[in-house]
């Protein structure tokens, strides 16, 4: 994966705004329906990613800080074939792991948790503070670990929804609580609620 440094704030309206600033024209971008509605992926050209196309944002309808789509972004749904059929394929049970190049542009420490998130294993959940000791954040960070937590800008490639409180609740999610649930479920890591 290939990712890009800058400095921006910690809260997920900056980094969405960044990642929304930062596409040049040659950013291009797709929908997806999911489970989860429909879902909006935009990229920037780059040589080395599938399809030519390297992912800078992931997004849900009513998605805090979601990405919109800008007037110098062309729709065109083939360079995402590939995030698209990985996609589908991880909604329909078949794939666990994304194989997919990214480029965001978060501060050193975002992008340092944004990663960390892709190493918490498909079906499993952590907790904020164990995550914090994985990352070597001390434990007065924690809210910063959070914070960067909620302006991942490729939610489902880079699992924030895996990250749960320290007693188990599902503690904040950009996209929203329900959907949190609703992909942990998918991966088996809570159990269905029965009506």
Not at 24 to 29: F, R, V
Request: proline content about 6%; glycine content about 10%; overall charge neutral.
């Amino acid at each position: 994966m290939t990712n890009t440094t800058a400095t921006t704030a910690t809260t997920a309206t900056t980094a969405t705004a960044t990642a929304t600033a930062t596409a040049t024209a040659t950013a291009s971008y797709t929908t997806l329906d999911s489970p989860l509605g429909e879902l909006l992926l935009v990229g920037e050209e780059s040589p080395t990613a599938p399809g030519g196309t390297a992912l800078i944002s992931l997004s849900m309808p009513q998605q805090r800080g979601a990405a919109t789509v800008q007037p110098h972004w062309h729709r065109d749904a083939r360079p995402f074939a590939e995030a698209v059929r990985q996609l589908r394929a991880y909604f329909g049970g078949e794939l666990t792991r994304f194989a997919l190049e990214f480029r965001t542009t978060g501060t050193e420490f975002q992008e340092r948790v944004w990663q960390s998130l892709a190493t918490i294993p498909y079906g499993t959940t952590t907790t904020y503070g164990r995550l914090a000791e994985a990352l070597g954040v001390p434990r007065s960070d924690v809210r910063a670990l959070g914070a960067a937590i909620g302006a991942n800008p490729l939610p489902i490639l880079r699992p924030c929804h895996r990250v749960i409180g320290a007693d188990g609740t599902m503690r904040g999610y950009a996209a929203g609580v329900e959907r949190k649930t609703a992909l942990l479920t998918h991966e088996g890591a809570l159990q269905p609620t029965l009506i």
